[in-house]
């Protein structure tokens, strides 16, 4: 895992545990089930992320932390 992988998860977890990764998936219109599938983890996983009961970590975090930034794009195609 490289500095810019760990400081990526850092800014997944922040973005967990403020509520934000939420609101960022509500935002978009996407349900658990449909973030799920496009991390390859199942619903209750982003439920538990969201929730503070578990840190995304791995290469599932670094998708996640990926996945909500593409939805904060400006101008990204809904």
Do not use: H, K, N
Not at 45 to 70: I, K, N
Request: some cysteine; glycine content about 14%; overall charge positive.
């Amino acid at each position: 895992m490289t500095a810019a992988d760990v400081a990526s998860l850092a800014r997944v977890r922040a973005l967990c545990s403020s509520g934000a990764a939420r609101s960022i998936r509500v935002a978009a219109g996407m349900s658990l089930g449909e973030f799920g599938r496009g991390l390859g983890v199942s619903p209750s996983t982003v439920l538990r992320w969201e929730r503070g009961d578990r840190r995304p970590r791995g290469d599932a975090g670094l998708r996640y932390g990926a996945l909500l930034d593409q939805l904060l794009q400006p101008g990204r195609r809904s």
